[in-house]
């Protein structure tokens, strides 16, 4: 959900320059926010209207990962060869058909790498915001009660912190995964 809310904020933003410098300080002003402070406000706000913790929980996971998703999609579509740009406008192709068929495949390595901070990111976020959420059945709940009891029973709380661990892990390598199969069949490889 992060990544998809990041990549569409950076197509906007690759659209307009004047939505850009207006639109950045915005998105970097809300990673300056601690995550443990907005997670009670998301909760509650979430709450009054009905929503589960598990999607409270997921939207923050998703707010943590927007950003290095938004950043480096933006520094991808960017990066597109000026003459390759130049070219397409030379024989008429619109904003939208250089879009999809220039900048996002130029921005892949950039979008990938976004991905590969995100994973983890979301795993982080998850953790920290099921606490807010009241959720004892996650790994959140389970290393703030293994913490209290940290002096007498380290094992429970070491445990906690590797599987948590793992899971970033493992959603990084999917991933790197992900990566070598789109990258591979990606335009420029194909020619």
Do not use: C
Not at 44 to 52: D, E, N, P, Q, R
Not at 102 to 108: F, N, W
Not at 137 to 149: D, K, R, S, T
């Amino acid at each position: 959900m992060g990544a998809a809310i990041g990549f569409a904020i950076a197509v906007a933003l690759s659209q307009s320059r004047f939505l850009e410098r207006g639109i950045i300080p915005y998105v970097v002003a809300s990673q300056t926010i601690p995550l443990l402070a907005i997670a009670p406000m998301v909760v509650v706000g979430l709450g009054t209207k009905g929503v589960t913790d598990w999607i409270s929980v997921a939207v923050l996971a998703a707010y943590l990962t927007f950003f290095p998703v938004t950043i480096n999609v933006l520094r991808g579509l960017q990066s597109a060869d000026p003459r390759a740009v130049e070219l397409m406008r030379s024989y008429a192709a619109g904003r939208w058909a250089i879009l999809w068929k220039l900048r996002v495949p130029a921005s892949l390595p950039f979008l990938f790498s976004a991905f590969r901070i995100a994973a983890p990111l979301s795993i982080v976020g998850a953790i920290i915001a099921e606490p807010a959420a009241s959720i004892q059945g996650g790994l959140g709940g389970a290393i703030v009660n293994f913490n209290q009891y940290y002096s007498i029973e380290p094992q429970e709380l070491w445990a906690t912190n590797t599987i948590a661990a793992l899971v970033g892990i493992v959603f990084f390598l999917a991933v790197v995964v992900v990566e070598k199969i789109v990258v591979r069949r990606a335009p420029e490889h194909v020619a």
